[in-house]
């Protein structure tokens, strides 16, 4: 038999995940001997044997790969054989050589849920159990390399047995870092509001007990506390929200297995599958009328946020009496979700009436992901745990970029040659604790992936934190136009470098000429745009506290049209206009926007729809959702004016044809469907347009706007019914969430250059 001895590289997220004991099973299994080792060009292998061997080998590589990696690519070439007996794993010590990719954290693994409920198994109903394909990563890291002593579990030694596992590479928990067991590793305790311990010989099932009696709970979990109460209670949902200072936003509940939620929520094969992957995040699912939970727990809305447990501990939770639970972030309104045990006894003692406690640190929290289906494919909202910090793969490699996103729902990147890092879920910028968090994983990240910027890019809106944050850097600048940005980033995500059409439809965007932007056709790539067409720029009467206040933006957007003329509609007569008329003729304190997103409040408000909202975007999604999911066959065609090559879609006819149907009677699920049509086909004609006249036929869809689905799922359809070729986002959010990748883009085509 001829031998052959190869050396295979292979790159991608292979580091940390459990790869080397794949690969020496494997080999092991094939027959081969050589050696693997982590260095910091990838994993390195080296095999020899039989010409067979090697093709069995290489086959089931990629089909048998731990469920955690992700190969990108393998490299392969022959080299002189050697006098090997075995095949064995070489240990690394270098730093430099494990630089590696980090794993997010992972939802419990079926092997570890059949221990957990074993009751002949040494970590039975143990709250920590985890292994090599499951647990804390991300959110327990101080320092690289990703090793015990550099995680929150350097306080827990592991006893014997733990160590044994550790050691055996043929055993599931081999270099599984937050290895553990009730001997050695974290444990977890009730206390009251002041922080007092209770007694408990089962901490858990008093926790069952109280959360059944009504209580708010406060409990650590895996990136941070949520607040949990009993889903069916309709008392202690009430009492939550007072505490959070949320009074109708939805709450995400937490269900104990896939068919409780199929009682909650209609599910489909994407649905199904997300819920139960490895990411385990808040899937937004349609509801069910006969959903047996307290009213209160997303009102006005038809959908629910579910997802499954995905900690030990919250198995144990809900294992028992109840079966679904509210799990809320914990933390008051928008500010960042709590981590630190004496942290949250402050912070939360006027929320929660006792708390579920670990002494397990996290050392960067991280809030649930959220996701949800349009066009057959799930799609994030908010992109946070289970996927941060798992890179983005960019076409080609450049210089290291840090983008610091834009304000709200900031999300901040970090580059390193292909690859993107984008953080978890920030938050709002504007309170000082999430303002301290953004600097915190900013220096996280680069320390931990031990990347240093060349560049930082960031909004041109001169008042975002994020914007002056960065100019108090001492690193080169480089400032980018929001929708810019969200087209760079939907092209990022799709390895697009030509230029393309991109309907940019969002809420609020600082334009290059110092209005507010956001519903835009862009022409462009990495190195440039030209705004071809947008809504014709509105005032915004009292600027961005209008935001709240959809009927006042509708008033607005009337006023403009029919001035004093006003008509006579029934949602607005209860409201004080004088006031807002007088800020408006006098043009004070009125910036003007082209947003979409207000356009969609004028109209809503107009509608009937909501007046005032109590979270981002209410009005819309309740219009959206008003047209039940139907666009009827009322159309209008907002036809673009053409001035100076630019198209400008005119508010006049927009709110002559809705007045004159309101008018005539029509209800809000009627005006809701011809609008959602109307704003279809008017993007289609516009699109068709601008195919004519640039030759392009791809079109990028980006912007917060596109969150709904009605519009979305419509104009993809259309848009494809004529042939052209549509790219979206499947990787990062197509709201703020997702900006930061395209300004790495953008500031890697800068640096180029
Ligand atoms: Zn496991
Ligand atoms: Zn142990
Ligand atoms: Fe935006």
Not at 722 to 745: C, E, M, W, Y
Request: net charge negative; aromatic share 6%; glycine share 6%.
């Amino acid at each position: 038999m001829k031998l052959l001895r190869r050396r295979l590289t292979i790159n991608g997220i292979v580091q940390g995940v459990g790869f080397r004991p794949f690969i020496y099973a494997l080999a092991k299994d094939v027959g081969l001997v050589g050696s693997v080792c982590n260095t910091s060009d990838g994993v390195k292998v080296e095999l020899q044997g039989s010409t067979l061997q090697h093709e069995q080998f290489n086959k089931r590589l990629h089909g048998e790969a731990p469920p955690l990696s992700t190969i990108i690519s393998v490299k392969s070439e022959e080299i002189p054989t050697a006098e090997d007996s075995d095949f064995i794993i070489i240990a690394s010590h270098d730093k430099a050589a494990v630089s590696t990719l980090i794993s997010p954290d992972v939802a419990t693994c079926e092997d570890c849920k059949l221990e957990l409920f074993d009751s002949t198994n040494r970590r039975y109903k143990y709250p920590f159990i985890n292994c090599t394909n499951c647990g804390p990563r991300y959110t327990i890291i101080e320092n690289i390399p990703y090793d015990r002593p550099y995680t929150s579990m350097k306080h827990f030694p592991l006893c014997e047995v733990c160590h044994t596992e550790y050691q055996d590479p043929a055993d599931r928990r081999f270099h599984a870092q937050p290895n553990a067991c009730p001997e050695c590793g974290p444990e977890i305790w009730l206390t009251d509001q002041k922080g007092d311990k209770i007694e408990s010989n089962d901490p858990v099932s008093d926790t069952i007990e109280l959360l059944a009696r009504g209580k708010i709970i406060a409990i650590k979990g895996l990136g941070g506390f949520h607040l949990a109460v009993d889903a069916s209670n309709a008392d202690a949902v009430a009492a939550l929200r007072m505490a959070k200072g949320r009074d109708e936003k939805p709450l995400a509940l937490m269900v104990s297995n896939l068919d409780s939620a199929k009682e909650l929520v209609q599910l489909n094969q994407e649905e199904n599958d997300t819920l139960l992957s490895i990411q385990a995040p808040i899937v937004l699912c349609t509801s069910r009328a006969s959903a047996k939970i307290a009213s209160n727990i997303a009102p006005g809305n038809d959908r629910l946020g579910i997802m499954l447990p995905y900690t030990p501990l919250h198995h144990l939770l809900l294992s028992e009496k109840l079966d679904t639970l509210v799990m809320t972030s914990a933390n008051f309104s928008e500010e960042p979700i709590c981590i630190d045990n004496d942290e949250a006894l402050e912070r939360l003692s006027d929320l929660a009436d006792y708390f579920l406690l670990h002494n397990r640190d996290i050392y960067l929290r991280s809030d649930d992901s959220v996701v949800m289906e349009m066009s057959n494919t799930i799609r994030p909202i908010r992109r946070s745990r289970g996927y941060a910090p798992r890179p983005i793969f960019l076409k080609k490699s450049g210089p290291s970029i840090l983008a610091v996103g834009g304000e709200l729902k900031n999300v901040v990147a970090l580059s390193k040659g292909e690859k993107v890092f984008l953080s978890q879920h920030i938050g709002d910028l504007e309170n000082l604790e999430a303002y301290e968090f953004f600097q915190m994983t900013i220096d996280h990240i680069q320390r931990i992936f031990e990347i240093e910027p060349e560049l930082i890019v960031h909004d041109l809106h001169p008042e975002y934190l994020s914007t002056k944050w960065a100019k108090d850097q001492s690193l080169p600048l480089f400032g980018v136009q929001h929708h810019h940005a969200h087209l760079a980033s939907c092209m990022a995500e799709n390895n697009l470098d030509e230029p393309v059409i991109g309907i940019i439809m969002d809420g609020t965007g600082y334009g290059t000429d110092g209005t507010i932007w956001g519903g835009e056709f862009l022409v462009g790539d990495a190195s440039g745009f030209e705004r071809m067409a947008h809504f014709e720029p509105m005032p915004l009467p009292g600027g961005e506290a209008a935001i709240k206040s959809p009927w006042r933006i509708g008033l607005s957007y009337l006023y403009q049209v029919f001035g004093d003329n006003l008509p006579a509609i029934p949602a607005l007569e209860n409201h004080d206009i004088q006031p807002i008329v007088q800020m408006l003729e006098a043009r004070i304190n009125s910036p003007l926007t082209s947003s979409c997103g207000r356009l969609f409040d004028a109209v809503a408000a107009l509608s009937g729809g909501r007046q005032e909202i109590r979270y981002e975007a209410q009005a819309a999604i309740e219009f959206m959702q008003a047209a039940q999911n139907q666009l009827g066959n009322d159309l209008s065609l907002f036809k673009p004016l053409s001035i100076d090559k630019k198209h400008i879609i005119p508010i006049k006819p927009i709110m002559e044809s809705l007045v004159s149907r309101i008018q005539a009677g029509k209800t809000i699920r009627q005006l809701s469907q011809w609008f959602h049509h109307s704003l279809i086909q008017t993007f289609v004609d516009i699109s068709v347009q601008l195919r004519a006249e640039t030759g392009i036929n791809k079109i990028v869809l980006s912007g917060g706007v596109f969150q709904n689905q009605l519009l979305f799922e419509g104009l993809l359809r259309d848009l494809d019914t004529r042939k052209f070729s549509t790219i979206t986002h499947q990787q990062v959010p197509t709201n703020d969430g997702g900006i930061a990748l395209g300004q790495v883009a953008l500031g890697q085509n800068y640096l180029r250059k």
